[in-house]
C-alpha cells in the first residue's frame, strides 16, 4: 500500500532456545523411536517447525528471511543446512522467497571471550555460504554489518572509519562470481535438495535432509566427496537447473570432485569458477571444486 514501508523480519535459527522460538516440544513416542536419527525425532527441530509454521500463519510477507551464522572456532555448526532445509519447503510450499543473512564477520580467533564464531574474511567463507544457500533456492543472499555488541569491529567488512577489510574483499570476490548467472539463477524454481556423502558433509547433524529430494528425482553424481546438491525446474521453459556446493570443511581446506550425469543430447551450462563451460550433448560433466566452491547447472528442455 502507498506510504507504507516493508521491513524484513528475520527469524531466529534452530539453536535459539525454546522461549524464544515460542513452543515446546510435541513429538510422539513412536517418531522417536522408528524415525531414530531423523530431524523427525528431534525435539528441537519439532519445536522450530512449529516456530517457522506459527510465523506464517501470523506475518504476510512474500518471503522468509534467516541469519545463520554457521562457522565456529573449530567446526561447522550442525543444524546449518536442516535450518535452511526446513525454511526452504516453508518457502516452496507458501510461495514466498527465502532470503538469506550470511555470516560476514567474526571474533573468537582475536582473543574475545564468551564466543565460539570464528572470521569469515576469506573467499571460501563467502562461497560456501552463497552456494549452500543458493542450493536451498535463497533468491536473497545479504551480508549484515553490525555497529556494536556481537563481532570483533576488525573483523567487519568496513572499518569504524570505513575502510575496507578482508571481510569485504572476500565478499566482493565471491559476489563477483555469483553475478554472471544471478538473472538466470532466479529464473528457476526450487524443488528440492540432497546431500552426498553426508558422513563428510558439514552443516549436517542427521545423514539425510528432512525433506529431502527421493532418489528417483536425483541427478546421478559419484563422489567421494561432501556435496549438496539443489535441484531446480525452470519457470517457464521446461529445463532444469542445479547447484552444487562443496560441504567440505573449510578448516581442512579440502576441495571436492564429483561427476554429474545428465541426459544425452541436452545442453548443459556450467556457471562458476570465473567462467562459463557448455557441452551441447550433455553425458558425464565432472567438476573440480575447490574448498567452499560450487557450481550453478542449467539443463535445456
Known amino acids: 500500500m502507498s506510504g507504507e514501508i516493508s521491513l524484513p523480519v528475520t527469524l531466529y535459527p534452530i539453536p535459539a532456545n525454546r522461549v524464544l522460538l515460542g513452543n515446546e516440544p510435541q513429538v510422539p513416542r513412536w517418531k522417536e523411536i522408528f524415525l531414530l536419527w531423523t530431524t523427525w525425532s528431534d525435539i528441537q527441530f519439532d519445536i522450530y517447525r512449529r516456530h517457522a509454521a506459527d510465523y506464517i500463519k501470523t506475518i504476510d510477507t512474500d518471503f522468509i528471511s534467516l541469519d545463520v551464522y554457521p562457522y565456529n572456532v573449530n567446526d561447522t555448526h550442525d543444524d546449518w543446512l536442516h535450518n535452511l532445509d526446513i525454511l526452504a519447503e516453508a518457502c516452496r510450499d507458501t510461495d514466498r522467497d527465502l532470503w538469506v543473512i550470511t555470516q560476514a564477520a567474526g571474533n573468537a580467533l582475536h582473543g574475545t571471550e564468551g564466543t565460539n564464531k570464528r572470521y569469515a574474511d576469506q573467499k571460501s567463507d563467502q562461497l560456501q555460504q552463497g552456494y549452500a544457500s543458493m542450493a536451498f533456492g535463497a533468491k536473497a543472499i545479504i551480508y549484515a554489518c553490525f555497529q556494536d555488541g556481537w563481532w570483533d569491529p576488525d573483523s567487519r567488512m568496513v572499518t569504524a572509519e570505513g575502510e575496507p577489510t578482508a571481510t569485504y574483499y572476500a565478499v566482493r570476490g565471491a559476489n563477483a562470481e555469483f553475478a554472471p548467472f544471478a538473472e538466470i539463477y532466479g529464473g528457476y524454481q526450487w524443488a528440492g535438495a540432497y546431500l552426498v556423502n553426508p558422513m563428510k558433509t558439514v552443516g549436517n547433524r542427521y545423514p539425510a535432509l528432512s525433506n529431502g529430494l527421493p532418489k528417483k528425482e536425483r541427478l546421478p553424481v559419484s563422489s567421494k566427496d561432501g556435496l549438496v546438491i539443489g535441484c531446480f525446474d525452470a519457470r517457464e521453459s521446461g ?62 528442455a
Open 239 to 300: 529445463g532444469k537447473a542445479f547447484v552444487v556446493a562443496n560441504m567440505m570443511e573449510l578448516l581442512d581446506e579440502k576441495s571436492a570432485q564429483c561427476t554429474l550425469t545428465f541426459p544425452a543430447c541436452k545442453k548443459v551450462t556450467v556457471y562458476g569458477g570465473g567462467e562459463i563451460k557448455v557441452y551441447e550433448n550433455g553425458g558425464k560433466v565432472t567438476l573440480a571444486l575447490g574448498p567452499g566452491d560450487g557450481r550453478f547447472i542449467t539443463v535445456d
